[in-house]
């Protein structure tokens, strides 16, 4: 099968709701074996019977990214389940939107720690195991807006522009040991994230966007599994952009 995952043991942050979620169970339903992790524990667990549902195999961890210790206990845990681990999708994110001038510190703090750090954490702990695996990938979920920059989110384009920085100096460190590391940076994809947007916001989105409409979470899920996929072998350090043509060149 092409751009297959059959077998391959996952771990996909954020993924309770929205992309992660639609990562996962394409990802589950292309055979491959999958800790679903997210703060929100109800969610993930629906999430895993979902998978379950499928038929693949999925276990429900409630980790908050953006803390170390309990990354690296989860890590521990994932690899005992599991056997090990091949590959990380780093999807979580949250939003904090606000102008800058009333920005407060807590929402730069936690848009850095959630989105940026969380993708360190998860990179730094699960790293060790799929340099001992035959075979690695890691796909880090950054945005366009890390690349274009929007008023009212300089919080979360530092921190997806900082995602980006990360891709390309990790896949320059591991590319000796054949593992990859790329970006994905979505536009604007149908989401809970995107859903509690005002009207007037979205519209103003979709006028950006050539092809006139939200991306779906499954299209932003088909880009990871061939990224994840053994026939990606020969792309690293990329940031591919999935937004309907809103950012080019
Ligand atoms: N929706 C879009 O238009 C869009 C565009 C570009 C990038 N992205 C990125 O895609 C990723 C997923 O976004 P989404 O739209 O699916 O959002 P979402 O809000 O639907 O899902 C995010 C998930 O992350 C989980 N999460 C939040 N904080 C966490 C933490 N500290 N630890 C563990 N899990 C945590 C949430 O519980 C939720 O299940 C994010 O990184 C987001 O920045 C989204």
Redesign the pocket.
């Known amino acids: 099968m092409l751009f297959s995952v059959k077998n391959r043991k996952v771990i996909v942050?954020?993924?309770?709701?929205?992309?992660?979620?639609a990562i996962a169970k394409v990802f589950a339903e292309a055979g491959a074996l999958i800790a679903v992790?997210?703060?929100?524990e109800d969610?993930?667990q629906i999430t895993a019977k979902e998978i379950e549902a499928i038929g693949s195999k999925a276990v429900a961890y409630k980790?908050?990214?953006?803390d170390y210790k309990e990354v690296s206990q989860t890590v521990e845990k994932i690899v005992s389940d599991f056997d090990g681990i091949e590959i990380l999708v780093n999807?979580?994110?949250?939003?904090r939107d606000m102008l800058l001038l009333r920005m407060n510190e807590k929402d730069f703090d936690d848009v850095i720690r959630?989105?940026l750090k969380?993708t360190f954490n998860f990179t730094r702990c699960a790293l060790k195991y799929l340099l001992k695996a035959d075979f690695g990938r890691i796909i880090n979920?950054?945005?366009?807006?890390g690349e274009m920059g929007n008023v009212g989110q300089a919080n979360?384009a530092a921190a997806?522009a900082g995602i980006i920085g990360f891709t390309k100096a990790v896949a320059r460190e591991v590319a000796s040991r054949k593992i990859t590391v790329n970006a994905i940076?979505?536009?604007?994809?149908k989401?809970?994230?995107?859903d509690k947007l005002p009207e007037e916001i979205k519209s103003q989105y979709l006028k950006q966007i050539p092809l006139g409409r939200e991306g779906l979470?499954e299209e932003v899920a088909y880009l990871c599994l061939f990224l994840a996929s053994e026939e990606a072998g020969y792309i690293t350090g990329q940031v591919i952009r999935l937004d309907g043509g809103m950012l080019m060149g």
């Open positions: 942050t954020g993924a309770g709701s929205g992309i992660g979620k992790c997210d703060i929100n969610a993930v980790v908050d990214v953006g999807n979580a994110g949250i939003t959630i989105n969380g979920i950054a945005s366009v807006i979360y997806k940076a979505p536009g604007f994809i989401t809970p994230m995107t979470p």
